[in-house]
C-alpha cells in the first residue's frame, strides 16, 4: 500500500497549497478533489479487499 500512501499525500499536499490559495476556488476544483479523493479511496478498498480474498482462498486451501 506504498503507492496509495504516496498519492495520498500528495493528494494532500495539494488540496494544503489549494486552501492557501483562496482566489482560485471554485465548485469545480473542489468537484476534482473530491473525484479524486474517491478514487483513492477505491482503490484502497479494492486493493485491501483482493489481499483478504487471497487470505481466505489460502485458509480454505489449508482446510
Known amino acids: 500500500m506504498g503507492k496509495v500512501q504516496r498519492i495520498l499525500g500528495r493528494l494532500c499536499g495539494f488540496v494544503k497549497r489549494f486552501k492557501l490559495n483562496q482566489s ?24 485491501i479487499g483482493t489481499n483478504t480474498g ?10
Open 24 to 47: 482560485a476556488v471554485s465548485a469545480i476544483e473542489f468537484s476534482l478533489i473530491a473525484a479524486a479523493i474517491a478514487v483513492v479511496i477505491i482503490l484502497g478498498v479494492r486493493n
Open 54 to 63: 487471497k487470505i481466505f482462498s489460502t485458509i480454505n486451501t489449508a482446510i
